[in-house]
């Protein structure tokens, strides 16, 4: 969508940058404003914990692979996966990381995405990934739920986070409610050569989907449908009851005899 594509601003390229992830050297092309500021938008700098990532996914082969916030897309670049999606809500980040992507003879499909929305309604991936994508408690909840609705049930969600970000621990407790657990977590150290104001470990989890946890809740739910399903079969008996009586009343009404007490109610009834 090349005229979509051109509603954000366009940044100025700056200086290319080499990284050595496992055994492949990739180039990418941040922008000019890179490390300039607290307030960089995505896709304007490779961050440490995109590195990190992508040091962790590298080997990892599996059917599809999903990016979300994926920005200059470093790990989308060295997955493996037979089919790659890495998605953004800026559309500057998208088409700098396309760039890069071609450069590389990679084949990724680059799409708009913004939380808690989803690609596709019954599109799951094996592998949900995302690198440094909590900054503060706001966007963690809808960032949860389409790692939720975008992994299958024998995925996994694997995140890269500056450990020193607000929402990281809300992030924790939300991945939690939303029925994943945790199955591996390791730590990198920060280089010398990232900016002071990034200068934080970044934790790397990664999730699956805890399925026995899943079941019981199904089965919670499915219980208090019976529940509900029973109340609502008992109310519908007591009106079938009221209304056999009522209708009773009236039939016994109607083929009395004028003057009668029950013609009388009849008549009242009128």
Known sequence: DEEGLEEEEALEDGEE?????????????????????????????LWPASIALAKRVCDDECESSLELGCGLALPSLVSKASRVVATDAS?????RAARIAERHSKKIDF??????????????????????CVYG????????????????????VVVALREDRLGVSEFQIQM??????????????????VPP??????LILEYAVDV???VAQKRQELDKCKSQMR????????????????????????????????AADTETCR
């Open 17 to 45: 940058v080499s990284v050595w992830i496992g055994s492949e050297r990739i180039v990418v092309t941040p922008a000019a404003t890179a490390f300039t500021g607290y307030g960089d938008r995505s896709g304007e700098s």
């Open 91 to 95: 559309r500057e980040a998208l088409r």
């Open 111 to 132: 799409k708009i995405l913004e939380w808690p929305d989803v690609l596709e309604e019954d599109e799951k991936f094996h592998r949900v990934i995302a690198a440094d």
């Open 137 to 156: 408690r706001s966007e963690v909840e809808a960032l949860v739920a389409t790692m939720r609705d975008s992994v299958r049930a024998d995925g996994r």
């Open 176 to 193: 939690q409610k939303a029925n994943f657990r945790i199955v591996n977590t390791s730590r990198t150290a920060p280089t010398e050569d």
């Open 197 to 202: 104001h990034r200068r934080a470990p970044t």
């Open 212 to 214: 026995a946890r899943l």
């Open 231 to 262: 109340d609502l079969q008992h109310d519908l008996a007591a009106l079938a009851a009221d209304f056999q009586r009522d209708l009773a009343a009236l039939v016994s009404a109607l083929s009395s005899p004028p003057g009668s007490p029950a």
